[in-house]
């Protein structure tokens, strides 16, 4: 079985950061790469970032690139996401995953349905 759990989540104003933090433990799995989605109240979930193993590549949402970072430890199956300037829409549910399915194409990086574990998700909040 493989435990995904989050760490960092909290309450911030506007402007402010926060770094999140998702450790995968368990038994050992393929982990091609790391992503974190998130969930705004009433609405989908939705992709923030993911950070792709084999060549370290990098994808954002729009709605967060330039203020947010994803970091990691592949050997460590460990993943960061350091959140600058915060608004209040990035108010979700933040929730890390693993992939477990190899793919070249960036899209499969990007798409919840290609993630296979997950964690059980943690709060940010953003006071305006």
């Known amino acids: 079985q493989v435990q995904l759990v989050e760490s960092g989540g909290g309450l911030v104003q506007a402007g402010g950061s926060l770094r999140l933090f998702c450790a995968a433990s368990?038994?050992?799995?393929?982990?091609?790469?790391m992503a974190w989605f998130r969930q705004p109240p009433g609405q989908e979930r939705e992709f923030v970032a993911a950070?792709?193993?084999?060549?370290?590549?990098?994808y954002y949402a729009d709605s967060v690139k330039g203020r947010f970072t994803i970091s990691g430890d592949n050997a460590k199956n460990t993943v960061d996401l350091q959140m600058q300037s915060l608004k209040p829409e990035d108010t979700a549910v933040y929730y890390c995953?693993?992939?477990?399915?190899?793919?070249?194409?960036?899209?499969?990086?990007?798409?919840?349905?290609?993630?296979?574990?997950w964690g059980q998700g943690t709060q940010v909040t953003v006071s305006s």
């Open positions: 368990g038994r050992t799995f393929r982990n091609y790469a």
């Open positions: 995953a693993a992939k477990t399915k190899y793919h070249s194409s960036p899209y499969y990086y990007t798409t919840q349905n290609e993630y296979g574990y």
């Open positions: 950070i792709r193993w084999s060549g370290g590549n990098t």
